[in-house]
Structures are given as structure tokens and as C-alpha cells.
């Protein structure tokens, strides 16, 4: 009997020991971020046949497990991708919103003061000090452009930098979690199967949520416990014990356009969620049309007040001088072709009018036997212009202020091409810089009339005229449409990316009530598992005095 109850005191010992010991872990690990409480799982021994029954053999540890709820997990995964790409949006967004609505940085103040000025020039033309103004207010006009464009290129800086980054971060991801993969299924292996590396596997979750947030993130279980990570779309990132590695290049059309590289493919577009696809999105949706936009307004101003200035007369009756001077921006060309080896060439062409012009255009190959056809899409107003061939392209191309050609390689059906010709014009505008004095503004429509306003006035009544977009917008409307598209979007993001905040808080609250270390709770666990380690103990000592007794018995 005594043997029995030693046995027995002493297993319980080992496993309450065991549980203290796991209780302390959960304790100091309380504020260890990723960790899962763990608790001690335990079984009765296998009872033993005594010939009058069955007797208890004790207590024994079958498990040290973690508290850990798939589901649960995934959801805060999928919901810390989801926050982080809004958010990445929201906050860059807001800035470039900033920038264009500003009432006092923004363009509009500028466009107003010019064409204020071009009204005092109006109402006394021989008045050189007004002319001055108008002078002054023009370069106060280009430089705001100017400085409008920079500060997109200062964001696109910032954007280049943060998917270089985020990239970055997810090649040492990557590779730690492929690291993981092979000690969790060494562990695995050495204990048969019957014990988990519970915190190595939760260093591997969390792996999985910082991944998560640069990008979305899902993730195959293998037999021998190892994970197969995908990114995006199905991007494979880890595979068993091999991490893929992700690069950033620029694109083959334009170096300040950055692709992400998985093994030689473009994967940009197949990303989603994360800080990743926030940026990208960004960049795609608010920054690169706000550019476009902004560039076609240059364009377009330049243009139809060159036209005008350009048919009058200055005091000294020199006629058929330019205003502005966009000194030739490079157009923005994104291809998506099946030969990687076309070479795609793109050059600006001065328009002759505003009217036709839009901000970016979408060339498609819809035939190559026995020539290349093509259709030219408007994507400011969704007109077509289906049949094309290398020659009326070139025509229909020029019209609207680009030229196009190729080399190197096949154009290939279904191949496209978009095109903004004027997305570096603001950056580009400036004065004339034949026009170095104020009498050699063209306020005149004739030589030789002293006081002739009349051609002022025409530059003038530009303020108001709807020259843009088929004479369906003024200059101030498109720069007010700018605005509002960038503004509409910021707006969703935010209210989006403050539901998305409530929803990555309810599954991280969630995931903390199941995985959590809660202190009231461990130190109640110390104290019931202290009593039970004393009662072992007390066991122990009876058993010990039983022992006594019996060997005294016989002596």
C-alpha cells in the first residue's frame, strides 16, 4: 500500500511541478507579444489489476499545449492586411488632398491672381506697371506648378521608398519563417509527434501577421507541420524550407515606376492587402491622375494662351510670340505586353488646341495581319477611335499631343499601352524666356493703336471659357475636378480605414481572450497548484511514516 501511495504522491509531485512551472512561463511571458498561454494537459497512468480490482496508478503529463484558435488567428491576419492597405492609403492621400486643396499653397490662388493681373492689363494696356504685375504673377503661376509637381515627385519618392522597405522586410520575413519551418519540424519529429514547440510556432504566427502587414497573406499546413506561405494572389513567399526573395526594379518605360519582381515576373498588380498594395494603389489611383491632371491643365493653359498671345501685338508691334514655354515633358507610358523585348517610344507633340486633349490615353493592338491595328481610348472621356494603322496613328497620336512607336520586338494582340503625354508639364512650364520686359506683352490685336486692349482682353476672357475637354470645362473647373477626385477618395479611405480599425481591434480583442495571459487568473492557478503540490508532498511523508511503522513492525 505504501509503494502504491508513494508512486502516486510522487507522480503527482512531477506533474504539479510541471504546472507551476507552466503557469510561471505564461506569467513572465505576459507581455511578450505573439505569445500563446499554455497550460498543462493532464492523464491518469494506466491502472494496474491487484487480483481484488483495479487500482489508480497516479498522474502523468500528456501535453503542455498552447491556447491557440485558428480561425480566430487567420481573421486578425486578414484584417491587419486589410487596415494596414487602407491606411497606407488614407495617409498618403491626405497629404496629396493637402496639397491640392490648400486655399493658400494650392494652384487655384495662383490661376486667380494671374488672370487678375491680365485684367488691369486689360483696363490700361499702356500702363507698364501693370504689365510688370502680369509678368510677375505668370512666374508666380509656373513656379506653383512647379512646386505642385515636386511635391507629387516628393511622394512618389516616399512611395518608392516604402515598397523598397516593405519588400525588404518581407525577404527577412520570408526567410525566418522558412528557418522556423525546418526547427518546427525537427522538434516535431523528436518528439514523435506528441509534443508541439508551442513558442516556436508562435513565433511563426506572428511571422505570419507582420507579414500581413505589408501584404495579404494565407498559408497551406503540411503534414510534417511545416507551412507553405502565399502572398497576394497565390505569390508562393516560403515553401517548406525555401523563401523566395522579392526585388524591386524600375520599369523598362519609365525608372521612377517601380515593379515588384518575383522569380523574373511582375507581380505588382497581383498583390492585395498590406502596406504593399496601399501604396501601389496610391500611386495608381490618386497620385498618378492627379499628376496627369495636373500636367494637362499646363498643357492646356499654355496652349490656348499661346494661341492668343501669339496672334497679337506687343508695344513695340512684334507679333507671333509664345507666352509659355513647356519645353517638351517626357510622357508617362505604362506597357503591359507579351515581348518583353519591345522597345516602346514615346515623345511630347505640341498641341494646336486644348479643346481635343485628355490626360491619359489607352493604346490597344487589336490586329497584326498583315499590319498592326490599333484603337486609341480617351480616358479622360471614353472616346474611341477604333481602325488605326501605323500611319493614322501617328496622325491621330499627334492631334493629341503624343507620338508613339516601337521596336525591338512583336507587338502581339491584346497588348496595351497607356499613355500621358503631358505628365511632366507642370514640372516643365515656365515663361517664355524671349519675353524679358513688359512691353512685349501681346495686349494688342493690330499694330500701331496706341491703347488697343483687345487681345488682352481675349487672354482675359480665358479665365471663364470653357476651352478643355471638348469646351466642357474652364482652366478652373479641371483644376476643381482634380481636387475633387482626390478629396472623394481621401474621404473613403478614411471612413473605411476607421471601420477597418474597429474590426483588426474586435479580432485582436478576441484573439487576446482566447490566447491572452490573464494575471488574475494564472496567480489563482499558482495557488491551486501549490496546494496540490503540497498535498503530494503530504502524501509523500505518509507514506514515508507507513514505511516506518511496517519496517518497525519487524524488528
Do not use: C
Amino acid at each position: 500500500m505504501a509503494i502504491g501511495i508513494l508512486g502516486n504522491a510522487l507522480s503527482g509531485l512531477t506533474a504539479f511541478q510541471r504546472s507551476l512551472e507552466t503557469t510561471s512561463n505564461n506569467i513572465s511571458n505576459a507581455n511578450t507579444e505573439g505569445y500563446s498561454r499554455q497550460r498543462v494537459e493532464l492523464a491518469t497512468r494506466p491502472e494496474q489489476f491487484t487480483g481484488n480490482g483495479y487500482m489508480g496508478n497516479g498522474v502523468e503529463v500528456a501535453n503542455i499545449t498552447r491556447s491557440y484558435d485558428q480561425f480566430i488567428s487567420n481573421q486578425v491576419r486578414s484584417s491587419t492586411a486589410t487596415f494596414h492597405d487602407i491606411d497606407s492609403f488614407y495617409t498618403l492621400s491626405s497629404q496629396i488632398d493637402n496639397i491640392t486643396a490648400d486655399e493658400t499653397t494650392g494652384l487655384a490662388p495662383a490661376m486667380k491672381s494671374f488672370f487678375d493681373a491680365i485684367d488691369s492689363v486689360a483696363n490700361d494696356p499702356s500702363s507698364v506697371a501693370a504689365r510688370q504685375v502680369m509678368l510677375t504673377e505668370a512666374e508666380s503661376l509656373t513656379q506653383q506648378f512647379n512646386t505642385m509637381s515636386a511635391r507629387f515627385s516628393d511622394l512618389r519618392k516616399r512611395v518608392n521608398d516604402n515598397v523598397t522597405s516593405s519588400v525588404q522586410e518581407l525577404n527577412g520575413f520570408a526567410k525566418t519563417l522558412a528557418e522556423l519551418n525546418v526547427k518546427i519540424v525537427s522538434d516535431i519529429g523528436r518528439s514523435s509527434g506528441k509534443q508541439l514547440p508551442n513558442e516556436l510556432m508562435d513565433q511563426r504566427d506572428l511571422l505570419l501577421t507582420k507579414i500581413a502587414e505589408k501584404a495579404d497573406v494565407t498559408y497551406i499546413s503540411q503534414a510534417d507541420g511545416s507551412y507553405n506561405v502565399f502572398i497576394g494572389k497565390g505569390q508562393p513567399l516560403v515553401l517548406g524550407s525555401a523563401a523566395s526573395t522579392l526585388s524591386v526594379v524600375g520599369d523598362s518605360n519609365d525608372v521612377n515606376q517601380k515593379l515588384i519582381m518575383l522569380n523574373g515576373q511582375d507581380i505588382s498588380k497581383q498583390l492585395s492587402g498590406g502596406e504593399l498594395s496601399g501604396n501601389l494603389r496610391f500611386r495608381d489611383q490618386v497620385l498618378d491622375p492627379a499628376q496627369q491632371q495636373l500636367g494637362l491643365l499646363a498643357t492646356g493653359l499654355a496652349t490656348e494662351f499661346n494661341n492668343i498671345h501669339k496672334a497679337g501685338y506687343d508695344i513695340n508691334g512684334t507679333t507671333n510670340v509664345a507666352f509659355f514655354d513647356l519645353n517638351s515633358p517626357t510622357p508617362q507610358v505604362k506597357a503591359t505586353v507579351s515581348d518583353s523585348s519591345l522597345v516602346v517610344s514615346s515623345a511630347f507633340v505640341a498641341p494646336t488646341s486644348a479643346s481635343g486633349l485628355g490626360a491619359s490615353y489607352r493604346l490597344d493592338v487589336t490586329a497584326t495581319v498583315p499590319a498592326a491595328t490599333f484603337s486609341l481610348t480617351n480616358l479622360s472621356d471614353n472616346t474611341t477611335t477604333a481602325g488605326l494603322s501605323a500611319a493614322t496613328l501617328a496622325t491621330t497620336a499627334a492631334t493629341n499631343g503624343f507620338s508613339i512607336s516601337f521596336s525591338g520586338g512583336s507587338l502581339t494582340i491584346g497588348d496595351s499601352f497607356q499613355i500621358s503625354p503631358n505628365f511632366n508639364a507642370a514640372a516643365k512650364i515656365k515663361l517664355n524666356s524671349a519675353i524679358t520686359n513688359p512691353r512685349q506683352i501681346a495686349a494688342a490685336s493690330a499694330t500701331g493703336l496706341p491703347g488697343d486692349n483687345s487681345n488682352a482682353l481675349k487672354l482675359a476672357n480665358l479665365e471663364t471659357q470653357a476651352k478643355m475637354f471638348g469646351g466642357k470645362a474652364s482652366f478652373t473647373q479641371v483644376y476643381g475636378q482634380m481636387i475633387s477626385d482626390v478629396g472623394s477618395q481621401t474621404h473613403a479611405a478614411s471612413v473605411g480605414r476607421t471601420a477597418q480599425e474597429t474590426l483588426l481591434k474586435q479580432a485582436t480583442s478576441a484573439k487576446e481572450s482566447v490566447s491572452g495571459v490573464n494575471l488574475d487568473e494564472e496567480a489563482a492557478n499558482l495557488i491551486n497548484f501549490q496546494n496540490s503540490y503540497q498535498a503530494a508532498a503530504k502524501a509523500v511523508s505518509v507514506a514515508n511514516s507507513l514505511f516506518d511503522t511496517l519496517i518497525g513492525a519487524f524488528r
